[in-house]
């Protein structure tokens, strides 16, 4: 095979790493200034001993209602799929578990591999389905986004209620009604020579059979209920730790919103620090809660997210490295 000229390939690669530099050179600076900030504004004396006061059903609660919710992303990328909910589930949370140790999302790509190598699934189809995933997220993320504006009464937003939940709920769904309609586009597409070259074109071909046969009611039902259930987990959470301030539902939307792109932003693995330092300062400048209560609310808040995951995936390729070694 014909090797590209090498000046054609190393800018790509150079460029590439000078934008991971920079984006850990970002990260680094900003987890150095709430360091700082932490040390100067911070006792933590106390936030110990609001960490030591957290009710340890609430952690508990907190956890089973995690697990409940990484079931149901298992079940949606079997349903988009069509394959087996058990390998789905385990694809799933190695993602997010390689997510929360890695920067720039790098679980996606793990979870891919994993998929394609330890359960013989068809890369293109999987990589279509994480797509399809996001999709379903970004309409709810919309949708809570789209709730709080209307309920903000802010005076720059001039559209009514009901407009600003139409248009959320419009443009994701355009979105996956153009995936699914341009699965012909993508049969005609692995067909190019390029990816035929590189060996890419049945990975492509393999996206464009799952969007032609995608079924949107199941999967969209299960993002719902994934949802739901997070903003529940919320709502039940930061009203069992900080009972004394009044935080309803349109504050867990708020904080399922600060959380997800916290998580989202793809420098830091798990929007580390961003995402204690969103949901703190949220505690802090609208309900009024003293700093160190806020931090230990929201740190611990992140490790009951991320603790069932984690643990799961430990056990299975813990599980998986004890089987090999047996055979």
Request: net charge positive.
């Amino acid at each position: 095979m014909h090797n590209p000229p090498r000046s054609t390939v190393k800018p790509l690669i150079f460029g590439s790493r000078g934008h991971g530099f920079i984006a850990l050179a970002v990260n680094a600076a900003f987890l150095a200034l709430l360091s700082y900030w932490l040390s100067q504004n911070v006792n933590f004396s106390d936030l110990r001993k609001y960490l030591q006061q957290i009710p340890t059903s609430a952690i508990m609660v907190g956890m089973a209602m995690n697990v409940a919710v990484l079931m149901c992303f298992g079940a949606r990328l079997a349903a988009i799929l069509d394959a087996k909910i058990f390998p789905c589930f385990l694809i799933t949370i190695t993602g997010m578990t390689f997510n929360s140790l890695l920067p720039f999302r790098l679980g996606e790509g793990v979870k891919l591999y994993c998929g394609g190598a330890l359960f013989h699934l068809p890369v293109g189809g999987l990589g279509a389905a994480i797509v399809m995933e996001k999709l379903y997220d970004l309409l709810m993320l919309l949708l809570l986004l789209a709730t709080l504006i209307a309920n903000a009464h802010l005076p720059f937003v001039n559209i009514g209620s009901p407009q600003i939940l139409r248009l959320a709920v419009a443009a994701p769904l355009c979105g996956l009604l153009i995936f699914r309609a341009r699965g012909a586009g993508i049969k005609v597409l692995s067909r190019l020579a390029i990816l035929e070259r590189f060996g890419l074109n049945s990975i492509v071909e393999q996206a464009g059979i799952l969007f032609t046969r995608q079924k949107v009611v199941f999967p969209a039902f299960l993002t719902l209920l994934i949802w739901s259930v997070n903003v529940s987990l919320v709502l039940f959470f930061f009203r069992a730790v900080a009972p004394e301030i009044h935080f309803g539902v349109l504050d867990a939307m708020a904080l399922v919103v600060i959380a997800s792109l916290a998580i989202a932003a793809p420098v830091s693995p798990a929007g580390l620090g961003v995402f204690e330092a969103g949901i703190a300062a949220y505690l802090i400048n609208f309900h009024g809660l003293q700093t160190e209560k806020a931090i230990s609310a929201a740190a611990l808040y992140h490790f009951v997210i991320s603790l069932p995951h984690s643990a799961i995936t430990a056990a299975f390729f813990t599980s998986m490295f004890l089987f090999r070694k047996r055979t």
